[in-house]
């Protein structure tokens, strides 16, 4: 028989950055008030920072955690904690290959944030040692768990639209600059090569993703996708804008995965402009407004409806308590489904097609001569690598 309680996930965050602190909010919603979730629930056991244990400790302060919550000034004793179920790996791209595989060999399960890492062989190298370990491992691509993302490939396997056989999809910020630079430091992550930084790894998997979520995962058997990519290099050597053409020839279907941080994906900063995605199907198109990361609306048109537009619009509900919600829940609580069923991978997002993403944005870097530090390319792990010690 289903017993009433929840199953509780209990959580480390590693790193304490803008998105740890947003992820850890969201974690700390009530699952029932906020989002109608009854089966599972979150708890924030600790956190831990490279820089110092002060730094987490502040963290846990901003972020409203229990006190209960302990701080640690290192990701090592993170993972030591045995009262932690899963790791949220939320450093750097640069930093994902050695801390994810700190987490994994200490045995824990892992959750680990976009891009999964620099190399689609630090990727492979991950997944072995999740299966080795026999624990859960996912990469944080949360747009694949809102309600928007879970519809809409719904709707193309209902067939509503017809075999689809072209996807465009864009994420892109205008950020250009009279100055020539893209308003980031050259020491900003977003741009930064030391840090894994350029548009592709951090905004483009969000354009991939649309174009993967909605052909290749939805293939019946799998296709090798081919690449072919367009790159422009920002004067750090990182990409600021990628074009993308994904072509999977026997299923007569093409993806187009667009990123610039130059051009706004919409003509105004919220990207209202215009569909951020476009699905189009040989009986009908469905266009999803952006951001491509979070998006709030789709619209189906069919063409045997005579062009008739159906409009659906979403919205990212909040705890009424914390006045808090910003959508990473719903991937926080596939972990916990998972855990609780004894799944090493989640089926929205399995590892294979984590590691042909990687593949793809590989290749495309490659195409366009981005390259990227030893440090950070290494798929030779080490637990003392400055990038697990913090030793900058
Ligand atoms: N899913 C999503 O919507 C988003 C995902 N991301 C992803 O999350 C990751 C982190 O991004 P974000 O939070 O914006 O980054 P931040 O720079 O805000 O935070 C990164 C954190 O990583 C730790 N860190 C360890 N070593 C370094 C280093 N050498 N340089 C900088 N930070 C270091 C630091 O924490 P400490 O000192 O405590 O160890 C730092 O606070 C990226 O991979 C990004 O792609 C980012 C934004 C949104
Ligand atoms: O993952 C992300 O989504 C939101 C963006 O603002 C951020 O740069 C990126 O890392």
């Known amino acids: 028989m289903a017993s009433n309680t929840p199953f509780t996930l209990?959580?480390?965050?590693?790193?304490?950055?803008?998105?740890?602190?947003?992820?850890?909010?969201?974690?700390?919603?009530?699952?029932?008030?906020?989002?109608?979730?009854?089966?599972?629930?979150?708890?924030?056991?600790?956190?831990?920072?490279?820089?110092?244990?002060?730094?987490?400790?502040?963290?846990?302060?901003?972020?409203?955690?229990?006190?209960?919550?302990k701080a640690y000034g290192s990701y090592h004793e993170l993972v030591a904690d045995p009262e932690i179920d899963i790791i949220y790996v939320a450093t750097p791209h640069s930093h994902h290959f050695q801390n994810a595989m700190l987490a994994l060999e200490a045995g824990k399960n892992v959750l680990c944030e976009k891009a999964l890492t620099v190399t689609a062989s630090q990727a492979r190298k991950l997944v072995d040692m999740a299966k080795k370990k026999k624990v859960f491992f996912m990469e944080a691509v949360w747009t694949r768990y809102q309600p928007i993302s879970i519809k809409v490939r719904e709707l193309i396997q209902s067939g509503v639209i017809g075999p689809v056989y072209r996807v465009v999809a864009d994420l892109s910020f205008g950020n250009d600059q009279p100055d020539g630079t893209v308003?980031?430091?050259?020491?900003?992550?977003?741009?930064?090569?030391?840090?894994?930084?350029?548009?592709?790894?951090?905004?483009?998997?969000y354009s991939l993703t649309w174009v993967f979520q909605t052909m290749y995962h939805l293939q019946k058997e799998k296709e090798k996708p081919k690449v072919v990519a367009a790159v422009q290099k920002y004067h750090t050597g990182a990409d600021e804008a990628t074009s993308i053409i994904v072509q999977w020839p026997q299923h007569k279907s093409q993806g187009i995965a667009l990123t610039s941080l130059r051009?706004?994906?919409?003509?105004?900063?919220?990207?209202?402009?215009?569909?951020?995605?476009?699905?189009?199907?040989?009986?009908?198109?469905?266009?999803?407004?952006?951001?491509?990361?979070?998006?709030?609306?789709?619209?189906?048109?069919?063409?045997?409806?005579?062009?008739?537009?159906?409009?659906?619009?979403?919205?990212?509900?909040?705890?009424?308590?914390?006045?808090?919600?910003?959508?990473?829940?719903?991937?926080?609580?596939?972990?916990?489904?998972?855990?609780?069923?004894?799944?090493?991978?989640?089926?929205?997002?399995?590892?294979?097609?984590?590691?042909?993403?990687?593949?793809?944005?590989?290749?495309?870097?490659?195409?366009?001569?981005?390259?990227?530090?030893?440090?950070?390319?290494?798929?030779?792990?080490?637990?003392?690598?400055?990038?697990?010690?913090?030793?900058?």
């Open 10 to 69: 209990k959580w480390g965050i590693m790193a304490t950055g803008w998105i740890a602190e947003t992820f850890t909010q969201d974690l700390l919603t009530n699952p029932a008030t906020t989002r109608d979730v009854h089966d599972v629930r979150h708890e924030v056991v600790a956190a831990a920072s490279s820089s110092s244990k002060q730094r987490a400790e502040e963290f846990l302060v901003k972020v409203k955690a229990p006190s209960s919550a």
């Open 183 to 205: 308003s980031f430091a050259d020491t900003h992550r977003m741009v930064n090569p030391d840090l894994a930084g350029g548009a592709l790894l951090d905004l483009g998997i």
């Open 263 to 392: 051009l706004a994906t919409g003509v105004d900063k919220e990207n209202t402009g215009g569909p951020a995605i476009r699905i189009q199907g040989s009986g009908g198109e469905i266009h999803v407004t952006g951001p491509a990361y979070r998006p709030l609306q789709y619209k189906v048109i069919r063409g045997d409806a005579g062009g008739k537009i159906e409009t659906v619009d979403f919205s990212i509900p909040k705890d009424p308590e914390r006045d808090w919600g910003h959508g990473m829940f719903w991937e926080a609580d596939e972990c916990a489904r998972c855990i609780r069923d004894g799944k090493k991978e989640s089926e929205s997002l399995p590892w294979e097609e984590s590691l042909v993403m990687m593949e793809v944005m590989e290749e495309a870097l490659k195409q366009g001569g981005v390259t990227y530090p030893d440090l950070i390319t290494t798929d030779v792990f080490d637990a003392q690598s400055p990038l697990n010690t913090g030793k900058r």
